[in-house]
Nanobody
Framework: VQLQASGGGLVQAGDSLSVSCAFS????????AGWFRQAPGKGREFVGS????????DYADSVKGRFTISRDNAKNLVYLQMNSLKPEDTAVYYC????????????????WGQGTLVTVSS
């Protein structure tokens, strides 16, 4: 199983950025997906998740209304659209996947990508 996150970069506060995660080696259409982030010197935190068919999403309060998760099961891709970015959104963003529903807990995700760095300057 491989997860490959991409699309990170350097943006200014207020800008938008989309990152994606490509999945391979598993039945992606049956797997929930999650996005997490880890800022320098901090632990990994939940950003959002999406159910296997995209019908259900969940977001951390800190990003709700600004970030949107979507997926394309035909392409084995999950997207994280980030709008109105803030300097505090600066972090390495990780995608992860699990079976049997979404979760906010890092311990419940089975497979992880390598992360993509998002830097928001003020």
């Amino acid at each position: 199983v491989q997860l490959q996150a991409s699309g990170g970069g350097l943006v200014q506060a207020g800008d938008s950025l989309s990152v994606s995660c490509a999945f391979s080696g598993l039945t992606f259409s049956r797997a929930a997906a999650g996005w997490f982030r880890q800022a320098p010197g901090k632990g990994r935190e939940f950003v959002g998740s999406i159910s296997w068919n995209g019908s259900s999403t969940d977001y951390a309060d800190s990003v709700k209304g600004r970030f949107t998760i979507s997926r394309d099961n035909a392409k084995n891709l999950v997207y994280l659209q980030m709008n109105s970015l803030k300097p505090e959104d600066t972090a390495v963003y990780y995608c992860a996947t699990k079976y049997l529903g979404t979760s906010r807990r890092t311990s419940e995700y089975t497979y992880w990508g390598q992360g993509t760095l998002v830097t928001v300057s003020s």
